[in-house]
T-cell receptor, first 108, second 111 residues
Framework: GQQLNQSPQSMFIQEGEDVSMNCTSS?????WLWYKQEPGEGPVLLIA?????ELTSNGRLTAQFGITRKDSFLNISASIPSDVGIYFC????????FGAGTTVTVRA | NAGVTQTPKFRVLKTGQSMTLLCAQD?????MYWYRQDPGMGLRLIHY???????AKGEVPDGYNVSRLKKQNFLLGLESAAPSQTSVYFC??????????FGPGTRLTVL
C-alpha cells in the first residue's frame, strides 16, 4: 500500500483546546477519510472528503482535502474528554491506505 | 441493523492450529475487507472482495485465505497459525470502496 505519514504520533489535549493533526503522502489520492478508534472497538468513520480543496465539518470536527491531493488535515475544536482515542487518516486510490494514527489523550 | 459483526471476539491458538474468522454485514454492501492492526502500524489490508464469489490479495496476504460464498459473509482462514499472526483483525464493508464500515474486531493470540 501507499505510505501515509500521519503527525503528530500522539498529543495531549486540555478541555477547550483546538487541536490539529495531518496526513501526507508521496502519492495522489482520490479520497481522504478520517476515522476514530476507541479502545476495544473498530474504527468509526468521521469525515469523508472527495474533492481537492474540499473543507467538510462534522460537529466540532473539520477536515480538509489538500489542493495537491497529497495531504489532509483534521481539526478538533473546543476539545472535550470524550475526544480521546486514536485518529486515523486513510487515502484511497483504488484501495484504502491508512496512516499509523494519532493518539489523543487528556492532559492531566 | 447490526452493521458489521465479527466472530469470535477473542481467540488463543497454538502454533500450527487452524481457525476461521467470520464477518457478516447486513447493509447489502458489495465490497468487504479483512485488515490486521498491529501497534504503531495502522491497518494493513490482508484480502478483499468486490462481490460475491470474488476475492483478491491485499498488502499482507501470506498465511491467510478468504472466501466470499455469500454476499453478506466474508471468511478469513488461517491454515497453520504462527506467532507473527498475533494481531487484532478487523473486517469492513462498503458500497463503493470508499467509506468503509468496520466491525468490532477479533483479538487473536498465537502461542
Amino acid at each position: 500500500g501507499q505510505q501515509l505519514n500521519q503527525s503528530p504520533q500522539s498529543m495531549f489535549i486540555q478541555e477547550g483546546e483546538d487541536v490539529s493533526m495531518n496526513c501526507t503522502s508521496s502519492s495522489i489520492f482520490n479520497t481522504w477519510l478520517w476515522y476514530k478508534q476507541e479502545p476495544g472497538e473498530g474504527p468509526v468513520l468521521l469525515i469523508a472528503l472527495y474533492k481537492a480543496g474540499e473543507l467538510t465539518s462534522n460537529g466540532r470536527l473539520t477536515a480538509q482535502f489538500g489542493i495537491t491531493r497529497k495531504d489532509s488535515f483534521l481539526n478538533i475544536s473546543a476539545s472535550i474528554p470524550s475526544d480521546v482515542g486514536i485518529y486515523f487518516c486513510a487515502g484511497n486510490d483504488y484501495k484504502l491506505s491508512f496512516g499509523a494514527g494519532t493518539t489523543v489523550t487528556v492532559r492531566a | 441493523n447490526a452493521g458489521v459483526t465479527q466472530t469470535p471476539k477473542f481467540r488463543v491458538l497454538k502454533t500450527g492450529q487452524s481457525m476461521t474468522l467470520l464477518c457478516a454485514q447486513d447493509m447489502n454492501h458489495e465490497y468487504m475487507y479483512w485488515y490486521r492492526q498491529d501497534p504503531g502500524m495502522g491497518l494493513r489490508l490482508i484480502h478483499y472482495s468486490v462481490g460475491e464469489g470474488t476475492t483478491a490479495k491485499g498488502e499482507v496476504p501470506d498465511g491467510y485465505n478468504v472466501s466470499r460464498l455469500k454476499k453478506q459473509n466474508f471468511l478469513l482462514g488461517l491454515e497453520s497459525a504462527a506467532p507473527s499472526q498475533t494481531s487484532v483483525y478487523f473486517c469492513a464493508s462498503s458500497t463503493s470502496g470508499n467509506e468503509q464500515f468496520f466491525g468490532p474486531g477479533t483479538r487473536l493470540t498465537v502461542l
